[in-house]
Each structure stands twice: as C-alpha cells, then as structure tokens.
C-alpha cells in the first residue's frame, strides 16, 4: 500500500508551483524539531523513525494516486509526471530512535531536493508527532513504577491502526508487553492477557468461571478478581489453586488500600507467591502513588495511548538551508516572534561529565566535540534506507537505546512533577 496520500494538500501544490518556477530541484535541508517539551516535561523520547523509513519506502504515485489528484484539480500534467517518477533520492540523518531529546533538537535531517523532500512533511510530522509523545509518557510511567512491569492495553481507547503504533513506541520506551496481537506480529512486542469481567458475567458463578480459566491456561493464569466481591474471589482463586495462582488482576477500587489487603490475604492464605497486577485508569501519578504498594505490575491503557494529556510531541518540519545557484548553502530561517526556527544545517551533540548528560548542543557550524556523543546518524544514504533501523530489529535496537540514553540522564529526570527540562540546550 502506498503512503503518498497521507499527506496535506499543500504539499503537492508547492511541488506544482516549484515546478513551474525552476526552484523545484534547488537542493534544500529540512529538519523536525520542538521548540518546546510539553509544559512540565522534563525530556522528550525520539519513535517513529522506523516506521518513517518503512513509509518512505512506500512512498510512490501510481496511477490511482495520480488519478484522484488530477481529478481534483490539485497538480497539472507536469506535476502528475514528475509524481509518476517519484523516488527519494537524497539523504536523512536522524536521532536514533528511542533517543531521548529536548527543545530545538534536530530529530530528523532530510537533504534532497525540494521537490522530493518537502512531500514528505505530513508524513514525517504525523509519525513523529504521535509515536514520540507515546514514548514520551511511556518513559515517564516506567521510571514511575521503578523496576516494575508495565503492559500497554490501550487498543480500545484510540485508532485501530493507532494502536499498533503505540505498543510499539510504549515498548521501545520500556514496557514490557502489549495486548496488542498485531503489534506482537508486526514487531516482535510480547503479548499478554487472559479474561475480561464479561467472562465471569458469562458463567453461573465466580467459581466456574475461574474454573474454566484454570483449566484453559493453567494456575499461571491471571485471574481478574473485582467483579463482585474481591474478598470472596480472592479466596476462591486461591482454594481452586491450592495456593499456585500466577496473579490476580485488580481493575476498580482505592488501589492502595484495596492491593495491601489483598496482599495480606493471599499470604495469610498461603499463596506468598501469587503477584498482583492493577489495570484501573492507571498513568504516571498514580503509578508513582503505589509506589510503597505491594504491586507487581502494571496494566496502563488510555493515558499511554494518548501521550498522557500531551497526544503530540510538538514537532514541527521547517526549511533551514538551501543551495544558491553557485553552489553555496544559505541558511534560511522563519521570524515570527512565537514561531522561530533557526537556520542552517545542524550538528548535534549530548555533553557528557563523568557519563552523566550536562547539555544538549546544537551546533550551526563545526563538528560535535571530544566530550560530546554525536546524536545524528546516517539513516538514508542517496535514496537508499538502511535496515538495521527497520522491522523487529530496528525495534529492539531502539529499545536498548533508549536504556542507555536514559540512564545517561541527570538523576532528577526521573521526577514525574513538573519542572525544566533536564539538561539546558546550547545553541552555537
């Protein structure tokens, strides 16, 4: 399936007018950035580059495409046979995915022609914007429920397709799991789930529908234990088990005082090593709040899957430089007083002091420094996209960045109460 029409229209009228007035092969860089993190943030998380990369390749005009703009009255003939040829051809530096970023970070750098580049706005925007607010919250719900797992299960609280994007920005942030099963195929993401209340609602009694769980799945099982009363399905899941149930899930209630309870019962009844995991409208505030609870996993859904309040990233895709006819890059820059960007092409650089990040470098000249970690890598190279950042692979590579870049942060990134982002950005 193509990406090409997952774009504005704007876009595909300002190849139509470049086209028309020779600017349309005038080389060009653009890049995405956010002026700003979500107010109280205190870093940003980099996703959405595989699945850009995977979009980008996908990006071509057939007939179909050309046809409907035609119809539209959106590009003339000349326009629709430049499209029929459309290929990238040129370069994309970026963030490796799961890095962590801050304002006025370069993420993506795409050079080409600005034809070929200046297409691929929306799609760039669209992707970056969502998966990287996904991450964003996620990151922050991980360092909240310190060491402890977290599963995303907010499939029914957003877009079908939505939800695939968002397991897999949640597990490159952290998580360890999804409910997800397209997600588990696409990405290699674990799966996990077991029953819903409407399987206990099903049968005559608590008690059979436990049974029927049981004898399903095995005393490994999750059993959801809220649908009546917790007490009473506490003691039946334990008496059916002879103490071995995996874990009971907890989905309504004031969860501090209703887990330590159920903690105290389980072990009063001997089953020590049944685990409790919570699944009720959970985010960071209250995955912090549990914090000295007896809890042993997290179930998270809408606050996850919406970026925790903040549903975009505020990335934006500006023009920072392009080539005089003597070969000469310009850079280019918009002034508007709430809405400036900052010209040229960039080098980036995260300074470090004893492995530990003191500023975000941005550099409008010269090369990233001895006590910098360069930030930009090659991702596309004359057209042609490198692999390791796509598929499963490119998920777990981003994973395990985003560990490092993380634990490279200050100690009070972690906090999840508002304030300054972690370290300071350094223009230069």
């Given at each position: 399936?193509?990406?090409?029409?997952?774009?504005?229209?704007?876009?595909?009228?300002?190849?139509?007018?470049?086209?028309?007035?020779?600017?349309?092969?005038?080389?060009?860089?653009?890049?995405?950035?956010?002026?700003?993190?979500?107010?109280?943030?205190?870093?940003?998380?980099?996703?959405?580059?595989?699945?850009?990369?995977?979009?980008?390749?996908?990006?071509?005009?057939?007939?179909?495409?050309?046809?409907?703009?035609?119809?539209?009255?959106?590009?003339?003939?000349?326009?629709?046979?430049?499209?029929?040829?459309?290929?990238?051809?040129?370069?994309?530096?970026?963030?490796?995915?799961?890095?962590?970023?801050?304002?006025?970070?370069?993420?993506?750098?795409?050079?080409?022609?600005?034809?070929?580049?200046?297409?691929?706005?929306?799609?760039?925007?669209?992707?970056?914007?969502?998966?990287?607010?996904?991450?964003?919250?996620?990151?922050?719900?991980?360092?909240a429920a310190d060491k402890r797992p977290l599963a995303e299960m907010g499939s029914r609280r957003?877009?079908?397709?939505?939800?695939?994007?968002?397991?897999?920005?949640?597990?490159?942030?952290?998580?360890?799991?999804?409910?997800?099963?397209?997600?588990?195929?696409?990405?290699?993401?674990?799966?996990?789930?077991?029953?819903?209340?409407?399987?206990?609602?099903?049968?005559?009694?608590?008690?059979?529908?436990?049974?029927?769980?049981?004898?399903?799945?095995?005393?490994?099982?999750?059993?959801?234990?809220?649908?009546?009363?917790?007490?009473?399905?506490?003691?039946?899941?334990?008496?059916?088990?002879?103490?071995?149930?995996?874990?009971?899930?907890?989905?309504?209630?004031?969860?501090?005082?209703?887990?330590?309870?159920?903690?105290a019962q389980l072990d009063r009844l001997g089953a020590t090593g049944t685990k409790i995991t919570?699944?009720?409208?959970?985010?960071?505030?209250?995955?912090?709040?549990?914090?000295?609870?007896?809890?042993d996993s997290y179930g998270v859904g809408t606050s996850v899957v919406s970026g925790s309040g903040?549903?975009?990233?505020?990335?934006?895709?500006?023009?920072?430089?392009?080539?005089?006819?003597?070969?000469?890059?310009?850079?280019?820059?918009?002034?508007?007083?709430?809405?400036?960007?900052?010209?040229?092409?960039?080098?980036?650089?995260?300074?470090?002091?004893?492995?530990?990040?003191?500023?975000?470098?941005?550099?409008?000249?010269?090369?990233?420094?001895?006590?910098?970690?360069?930030?930009?890598?090659?991702?596309?190279?004359?057209?042609?996209?490198?692999?390791?950042?796509?598929?499963?692979?490119?998920?777990?590579?981003?994973?395990?960045?985003?560990?490092?870049?993380?634990?490279?942060?200050?100690?009070?990134?972690?906090?999840?109460?508002?304030?300054?982002?972690?370290?300071?950005?350094?223009?230069?």
């Open positions: 399936m193509t990406s090409a029409l997952l774009t504005d229209q704007y876009e595909l009228t300002m190849v139509d007018a470049a086209l028309k007035d020779g600017t349309a092969d005038r080389r060009c860089v653009f890049e995405v950035f956010a002026r700003r993190l979500p107010d109280g943030r205190r870093y940003g998380v980099a996703a959405g580059l595989g699945r850009f990369l995977t979009a980008l390749t996908d990006f071509r005009f057939g007939d179909e495409e050309i046809g409907f703009l035609r119809d539209r009255d959106v590009i003339d003939a000349g326009t629709a046979a430049y499209l029929a040829d459309y290929r990238f051809t040129g370069d994309v530096r970026a963030y490796r995915e799961g890095e962590v970023f801050f304002p006025n970070s370069p993420v993506l750098q795409i050079e080409g022609t600005f034809a070929e580049a200046v297409v691929l706005e929306t799609l760039a925007l669209s992707i970056f914007n969502a998966d990287s607010a996904i991450a964003s919250a996620a990151a922050r719900m991980v360092s957003t877009g079908e397709w939505n939800a695939v994007a968002a397991a897999r920005a949640a597990y490159i942030a952290g998580f360890g799991a999804t409910s997800n099963l397209e997600a588990g195929r696409t990405w290699g993401i674990p799966t996990m789930g077991t029953a819903a209340h409407a399987f206990t609602l099903l049968h005559d009694s608590e008690e059979a529908a436990f049974r029927s769980q049981l004898d399903a799945l095995g005393t490994g099982t999750t059993l959801l234990v809220d649908t009546y009363d917790i007490e009473a399905a506490v003691d039946t899941a334990v008496r059916l088990t002879d103490g071995k149930l995996g874990a009971v899930r907890i989905d309504s209630g004031d969860l501090p005082s209703v887990v330590a309870s159920v903690r919570v699944t009720n409208d959970l985010d960071e505030y209250t995955i912090a709040a549990l914090r000295a609870a007896p809890v903040h549903p975009a990233a505020g990335m934006v895709f500006k023009l920072v430089a392009h080539k005089e006819d003597g070969g000469e890059w310009v850079p280019v820059a918009k002034k508007s007083a709430d809405k400036a960007s900052l010209g040229g092409r960039k080098e980036a650089g995260r300074r470090l002091r004893n492995g530990i990040a003191t500023a975000e470098v941005v550099l409008t000249t010269g090369q990233v420094g001895p006590d910098e970690r360069p930030l930009l890598v090659p991702v596309v190279t004359n057209g042609e996209v490198h692999q390791e950042f796509l598929g499963v692979q490119g998920v777990e590579a981003a994973r395990a960045h985003h560990k490092l870049a993380k634990a490279e942060l200050p100690a009070d990134a972690a906090r999840i109460g508002r304030g300054d982002p972690a370290i300071p950005t350094l223009v230069i």
